[in-house]
């Protein structure tokens, strides 16, 4: 359990690298800076890699840009948004063609980030997969830091109380294969029945 007074909120500052939250996620992942300068799209380099050299245990993705996020004396903060999630670890087995991402989350508010994210990478999982011309086969969580904060109790109080459903069944629209052509209506959901209606639940950011 976590008070919410031990993380003080992210200040509104948005204002640009890249477009928002300066150079977390979407710039790490297609804008990462590089020694010699320029930047390195690890998304597009890693879909090259996974068709190229399947068999490789080195497709790795990061969002920690450490010269942006470095704190303590004399340094700056670059960042708004210290990456919470975003590492992750695709696996590709050549002789079955199945291929499983593992992902590894440094921080999580587990009733409102954890729920989106759980989403979010099990949809990449999909998309990579259609993009490298595999079968998704299984999305691996781990998470280091996983909290409640004590304004959360009664809802996931309100959560847990559910009774436990058959999960539903997400797919993909399979003429899209450029992952970057992937839109939220190419998503189709199946077999999703809520026992709750959509509900706020408050969080410190």
């Not at 670890?89 to 980030?113: A, C, K, W, Y």
């Not at 459903?165 to 997400?170: A, D, I």
């Not at 999703?192 to 410190?204: A, E």
Request: net charge positive; hydrophobic share 40%.
């Amino acid at each position: 359990m976590r008070n919410a007074a031990s993380r003080p909120a992210t200040s509104a500052k948005t204002t640009s690298f890249f477009g928002t939250i300066l150079a977390s996620y979407g710039p790490a992942f297609r804008a990462f800076p590089t020694l010699e300068g320029g930047h390195f799209d690890q998304i597009t380099n890693i879909l090259e890699q996974i068709r190229e050299l399947p068999h490789l245990r080195t497709h790795f993705i990061s969002p920690w840009i450490p010269q942006y996020i470095g704190r303590g004396k004399g340094k700056v903060q670059k960042v708004v948004v210290v990456p919470c999630h975003g590492w992750f670890h695709v696996l590709v087995n050549t002789e079955t063609g199945m291929i499983d991402l593992f992902h590894l989350q440094r921080s999580g508010d587990v009733p409102v980030g954890v729920v989106a994210n759980l989403i979010q990478y099990a949809a990449l999982l999909l998309m990579i997969a259609q993009a490298t011309g595999y079968t998704p086969r299984k999305l691996c969580y781990t998470i280091s830091d996983a909290h409640i904060y004590d304004g959360q109790v009664d809802d996931v109080l309100k959560l847990i109380a559910v009774r436990p459903q058959r999960l539903p069944t997400v797919t993909l629209d399979q003429s899209v294969t450029d992952i970057f052509a992937v839109r939220p209506s190419h998503f189709a959901i199946e077999d999703y029945y809520p026992r709750l209606g959509r509900m706020k639940i408050w969080t410190p950011i």
